[in-house]
Structure formats: C-alpha cells, structure tokens
C-alpha cells in the first residue's frame, strides 16, 4: 500500500527504522518531499500485493486516494478484511508493524509525523492523563485530517520551495486533530483571542521579517504559547489563518514598493519574502486580483492603492 522512503532519503540514522522493500514491490513513488522538519510526505501507486511495514521510527498515516480497492489488514493475530475507498485513513504509531494484503491496484499517501511533533502537541494541550498514539487504527474516516492531508499533497506537488509557516502550520494541526481522536486534550475555547499585547508583538514581529522566513515555533515562543493553541488563537483573533495573513502581508508589502518605483519586479518579491517574481504573481493575483505587471503601470483600483496596514 506504500512504500518507505530509501535509506539515502532520510540519511543512515534514519536507515535502520525503513520497512521492507522487496526488489519485485510493484509500488512506484509519484511524489516524494523530504524537505520539511516536522512531516514527510509521498504519494504512490501499488499493482496487487503484499506489503509488510517493519517498526518505524516516525508515526505513519496512510490515506487512500484511489479507486475502491479489497484490502486485508494482518497485524499479530489480528485480521481484518474491508474495501478501501478514497479518504479512508489508516494510523501506524510509531514502533508499529503491519502487513497489508492488496487485492486491487491501490493509490495510497503516506505521511511521516516526527513523535516529537505529537509530544509537543501532547505536552502543551493534553490533560494530566493525556495518551499518546499506541495502537494502529485502520479504515478511519476523518474530514479534517483528510482535508489537512489534501492540502499537504498540494504543496508536496508545487514547483519551488516549500512556504515553511504553511507547512508547520499543517503539521501542528494534523498532530492537534490525531490527539483530539485518540489522546486525551483539552481544546482552545471557542471564542477565545490573543491579549492585545501579544497580538502586537506577534504582528511587529512579523511585520519586522517579512522579507525572512517565518516559523510558528518562533511565534509561538514569543507569546509564550504552544504552537497548536498560538495557531488556533491567531486565527480566532484575526479571523484568518496565520500563513494566509503572512501572504497577505507580504503581497502588500510588494505592492507598495513596486509603486515606489525604486525596485524591479523580482527585487520586490525577494524583499517581500516571496522565493521568485512567479510566486508573488500568483500570490497577489489571489490576495488582489492584480499582476505585478498592473500595479506598476498603475492599474490598481482607487480603493486598493493605499496598503491597509496591519491589524492590532
């Protein structure tokens, strides 16, 4: 059903912890992304088979993209058979064996969380007697780690670098959510904000490091939050997630120094934090409806030529 990454992908600490790969798996990797601290990710497509997954070191959720397929789940003396359909969810804690007997052509993406992340997670919101993951759980059907899943496959797809604030924001809420389904936590009131002073020194700080990168961890730190309550508060502050108003900055930030006149296109989107002139296209074209090309021959709208600035 998937495939673990090559030893060389991860490096030879990581070379030990792989599952079985036979010379004949009929699996063939479609996306692979190594780059992101918290979370890997790789899409595949698998001819009938079995597939035996030896203890990981990482937790592992298998979500199924394809067709319905007949697949039967053997771990210890447990067996279970079932029809997969797409967004069925299977969870393999850390330190977890499983087999996987395919009796159709599978479509399958796999996502590797670092235990770090989810005791993190666990650390900050879990109750006194909060859990961590101990046993797999096969054929879960959940709409948000799904839709968090959908959104990571999107980025693991996308040309060019990674936006890390996106990416550690996906993560925290994917461990957030697995806790909330098999932990015990305690969730962020709803309704709940940042004090005034903490959304002042979030937004300063951002402001200060559009042009750098930005990572949840070091907002989190400065507001002396968890990464996962931090995410969640932001949001119910500002009514927006953090990495769309970090875009939203940035494209603004774009548009005031392109109509200042003093830097090119592409000079505007590395000091605006955007990784090439492509990226702020698309980026202010979703924020503004505009092309760099447009605000600077002037096309901007009345309404849009003063940059808001942000809130607090």
Known sequence: M????????????????????????????????????????????????????????????????????????????????????????????????????????????????????????????????????????IQQRDERIFRVALLLKVEAEAEGPSDPLFVDSMAVALASRLLEQYGAIDPVPSGARLSRLKLKLTLDYIEARLDAEIRLAELAELTNLSQSHFRVLFRQTLRRPLHRYVIERRVHRAKALIEGGAVSLSQAALDSGFCHQSHLARCMRQVLGLTPSQVMRGEAPSALRASPAPRS
């Open 2 to 137: 998937e495939i673990d990454p090559p030893a060389w992908y991860f490096g030879p600490w990581f070379a030990w912890n792989l599952g079985v790969m036979t010379p004949t798996d009929p699996r063939v990797v479609l996306i692979e992304r190594g780059a992101w601290r918290q979370v890997e990710v790789n899409v595949t497509a698998a001819s009938p088979g079995r597939f035996e997954h030896a203890p990981n070191c990482e937790h592992r959720l298998m979500i199924h993209l394809g067709a319905p397929a007949r697949v039967t789940y053997r771990r210890d003396k447990v067996r279970q058979a079932y029809l997969q359909t797409r967004g069925d969810i299977d969870v393999i804690p850390a330190g977890s064996a499983a087999v996987f007997d395919d009796d159709d052509p599978t479509s399958l993406m796999t996502i590797w969380m670092r235990p770090a992340l989810l005791a993190s997670v666990a650390r900050d919101m879990a109750r006194s007697e909060g859990r961590q993951l101990v046993d797999p759980r």
